[in-house]
């Protein structure tokens, strides 16, 4: 499991704009790694707008907010777009870079049945690459908040 104060796995997945980002190519900039279950969702509509209102904040605080699921490009782009998000979605289709960071995790949905998928969470990323603050099961009506008290400490 990954932990504060741990090297952050790198990756490399494709944005809702067709191009490819990687953690190593924003090396000297604060990351915000926010892992969402599903776009166009209540909750993760929450958590994205909790974050496009605050957007002033964050850009004071100098963070790079990377949203990633296991949706598509075309997904991304259509909720990023519909939500007018200032920030990149990345589609994490194989869910690859969730288990690493282990958040692809079993769920158990509201009828009960059980299914794979990723858990809402969010990971503080220092400049120098290093997990600066790990945010497990956040809630999506204080997370833009919780975040940026996190990058503030």
């Not at 979605?89 to 769920?107: F, I, M, N, P, Q």
Request: include cysteine; hydrophobic fraction near 35%.
């Amino acid at each position: 499991m990954i932990e504060a104060g741990a090297p952050a796995p790198d990756f490399a997945l494709t944005s809702d704009e067709g191009k490819t980002v990687s953690l190593a190519s924003l090396r000297g900039t604060p990351v915000v790694l926010y892992f969402y279950p599903k776009d166009d969702t209540p909750g993760c509509t929450t958590q994205a707008c909790g974050i496009r209102d605050a957007w002033g904040e964050f850009e004071r605080a100098g963070a790079v907010v990377l949203g990633i699921s296991p949706d598509d490009e075309d997904s991304h782009t259509a909720f990023r777009e519909k939500l007018q998000l200032p920030f990149r979605l990345l589609a994490d289709t194989e869910h690859s870079t969730a288990e690493e960071y282990g958040v692809w995790k079993e769920r158990t949905s509201s009828s009960g049945a059980t299914y794979m998928g990723i858990e809402r969470s969010t990971f503080v990323i220092d400049a120098d690459g290093t997990i600066a603050k790990e945010m497990r099961n956040v809630k999506p009506d204080t997370h833009a908040d919780d975040v940026l008290a996190a990058l503030s400490s």
